[in-house]
């Protein structure tokens, strides 16, 4: 008769919430596993187990029926070995997959956090009282600088607005309905113009300027103008500022 004390135990160790022992003990019953010793921490408790080792066996492989196989230097794993029970000299085994692990805590709430200072946005249209950076060209005596063409560049497709007056109308391509309108910065003066040479190209005097309230009968130099307009692209060989009429109107 084989009695208790010839039987060899593997032992394991489990951590439950406090108030959760019961689930985790019957996890492991339901497995074979013999409840050993408590320990009662403040979170947790250390639960042992242990059961009877398993005996070893060989492994078999049948070829074609009749032969018997040895595979060599390959080694299958059945169960778990604890690191007690590991002989030594040996690498330590990997941790035991049907160990339970703790539940984690409720994580703290989250604090508040400062608001991260941003940026303000650019004004969707740019005029001389919102851009320092848009009045400055306004004023320049070069409509060559090289200031107008930095700003074309870092505000291309951006939508800006401005007193101006026509400074010049010529034929487009010589087109009889069709002109590009030289459009100056401030009021009109036949003794200086400064700031940048804004041009509308390729445009109608009707529909592609798309007037705003009063339409007038006829356009010429001199005419004052209320402009808002896209910025197209800043030319260098004729220090033209091309831009795309979004609105405008007699002033």
């Known amino acids: 008769m084989t009695t208790d004390t010839e039987v060899k135990y593997e032992e394991r160790t489990a951590h439950a919430m406090r108030g959760m022992e019961s689930r985790t ?42 032969a018997l196989a040895l ?3 390959t080694v299958i794993t059945i169960g ?22 703790p539940e984690e805590e409720p994580a703290p709430e989250p604090t508040q956090a400062e608001p991260t200072p941003t940026t303000a946005p650019a004004p969707a249209v740019l005029t001389p009282e919102n851009s320092p950076e848009f009045a400055s060209i306004l004023a320049l005596g070069d409509y060559c600088s090289p ?24 034929p487009h391509d010589r087109a009889t309905t069709r002109y590009d309108i030289l459009i100056g910065a401030g009021e009109y003066s036949e003794t200086s113009a400064p700031g940048p040479a804004f041009q509308f190209r390729d445009v109608n005097t009707t529909n592609d300027m798309r007037w705003v309230g009063d339409v007038p009968d006829s356009v010429g130099v001199g005419t004052n103008l209320a402009v808002t307009a896209e910025v197209d692209r800043y030319e260098e060989s004729s220090c033209l500022f091309v831009i795309e009429p979004v609105s405008t109107a007699v002033r």
Do not use: M
């Open 147 to 170: 200031d107008i063409a930095a700003f074309a560049t870092a505000h291309s497709g951006d939508t800006i607005a401005f007193p101006g007056y026509i400074g010049a109308i010529n």
């Open 25 to 66: 003990i019957k996890k492991w019953q339901d497995d074979a596993w013999e409840v050993v010793s408590q320990t009662h921490g403040k979170l947790q408790t250390e639960i042992t187990f242990r059961r009877p080792k398993p005996k070893s066996r060989r492994l078999l492989w049948i070829i074609g029926g009749a």
């Open 71 to 73: 595979i060599l230097g």
């Open 80 to 101: 778990v070995i604890g690191e007690r029970n590991a002989p030594a000299g040996t690498a330590e085994p990997a941790t035991s997959s049907t160990q339970e692990a």
